[in-house]
Each structure stands twice: as C-alpha cells, then as structure tokens.
T-cell receptor
Framework: DTEVTQTPKHLVMGMTNKKSLKCEQHMGHRAMYWYKQKAKKPPELMFVYSYEKLSINESVPSRFSPECPNSSLLNLHLHALQPEDSALYLC??????????????FGPGTRLTVL | QQQVKQSPQSLIVQKGGISIINCAYENTAFDYFPWYQQFPGKGPALLIAIRPDVSEKKEGRFTISFNKSAKQFSLHIMDSQPGDSATYFCAASGGSSNTGKLIFGQGTTLQVKP
C-alpha cells in the first residue's frame, strides 16, 4: 500500500463551526505533514510530526490544531476559521523526517471552503 | 538562502516536443532535490528526485539534470504528451539542520498541445 488517504474530499464550514480533517497512511512511515495550498501556489508547510510527536509548527494560528493519535493517523482540527483559510489541505508522509529517505508522498487533499 | 527559484512560470509545448523546467537554489547544504507533478484538484505526486552525488537521473521520459557548481537543476520531459499537462514543482531539502522541510519553487504550468 503506497497511498496516503484523506477525508473528507470537500468540506464547507462556517466561521463558527468545528470540523476535523483526517489523514491515514499504511506505509510504515514515521513522519507526517500538513500543508496548505492556495490556487496556483506551492504547498506551504504547516506542521510536521515525527514518531507521533510534533516536530515543526510553522507559526500556524491556533485555530488549526494538529493531532497524531498513532503512527498511521494524522488529524487537523479546525475551529473559528476565517474565509482566507479556504484552501486545499494536503497531508504527506515520509519514511523518516530527515536523512535516509525523505521522499514525501502526498494525499489527494481536502478542499476546504470557509463561508 | 532558503529560496528555490523556478522558471518559467508557464510553458506551452507541442506534442512530441521537449519540455524543460529550471530551478536554482542558494543553500549549498541542500542534498535532496525532488520534482512533483500536480493535476488540478489533486495532490502533488512525486515524479523523480536526485541527490547531488550524480549529475543526471532518468526515469522513462523524465530526466533530472543537476549542476552542483552552478546550483541549478532542471527537469526535461522528452516526447511531451497532452497527458503531461500539469503544474510542476521543484523542491529542495537537507543540510546540517535538516528538518525534512521541503523548500518548493513557485511552480510551472505546462500545457502540451496536441
């Protein structure tokens, strides 16, 4: 299994809603990432988990809250988002964080619209 | 120091032609250079990657050329096909404080005309 899956594919939420994005991989990877991508722009790193511990937080607003329940799952909890947070949210995983093989494999993304 | 500059921003190639996308970096500590292909509404897919110990890597119609002294690398797509029409991102990572973070170029939108 060489796939990263993400649910839901699409999400529309109001600014007062609480929702969660989910990501799963079964490749035995120990590093997992959340990216945000705006139209016609490269992915922007948000968070990195290594061995289920938060390794990098790229100064992301607290309305985004990541969680890594186990080595296969990564969640992104959303609360009180703003319309400018509308974007494609991508999950990725790699074998390890650095050194060795850092090939990052991306999921299909969740298209988020904040009204 | 952390930037990766990618050009051109957009590219139109006839079917069967060669598509060439260039990237330049400044941080000499980078040691991993992947290329990603992204179709509209999809996640980026790892296409091909190279490390600085080789000057060229070929996988099918896709070739990375790497020039360590010039701090440049490029993607060549031979016999370009309409199905190759997508956005391509180069990236770089590595160094003494390697956090696994990929530094992406700004992307190139490729259109292959039939």
């Amino acid at each position: 299994d060489t796939e990263v899956t993400q649910t839901p594919k699409h999400l529309v939420m109001g600014m007062t809603n609480k929702k969660s994005l989910k990501c799963e991989q079964h490749m035995g990877h120990r590093a997992m990432y959340w990216y945000k991508q705006k139209a016609k722009k490269p992915p922007e790193l948000m968070f990195v988990y290594s061995y289920e511990k938060l390794s990098i937080n790229e100064s992301v607003p607290s309305r985004f809250s990541p969680e890594c329940p186990n080595s296969s799952l990564l969640n992104l909890h959303l609360h009180a988002l703003q319309p400018e947070d509308s974007a494609l949210y991508l999950c990725a995983s790699s074998q390890v964080l650095a050194g060795g093989s850092n090939e990052q494999f991306f999921g299909p993304g969740t298209r988020l619209t904040v009204l | 120091q952390q930037q990766v500059k990618q050009s051109p921003q957009s590219l139109i190639v006839q079917k069967g032609g060669i598509s060439i996308i260039n990237c330049a970096y400044e941080n000499t500590a980078f040691d991993y250079f992947p290329w990603y292909q992204q179709f509209p509404g999809k996640g980026p897919a790892l296409l091909i990657a190279i490390r600085p110990d080789v000057s060229e890597k070929k996988e099918g119609r896709f070739t990375i050329s790497f020039n360590k002294s010039a701090k440049q690398f490029s993607l060549h797509i031979m016999d370009s096909q309409p199905g190759d029409s997508a956005t391509y991102f180069c990236a770089a990572s590595g160094g003494s404080s390697n956090t696994g973070k990929l530094i992406f170029g700004q992307g190139t939108t490729l259109q292959v005309k039939p």
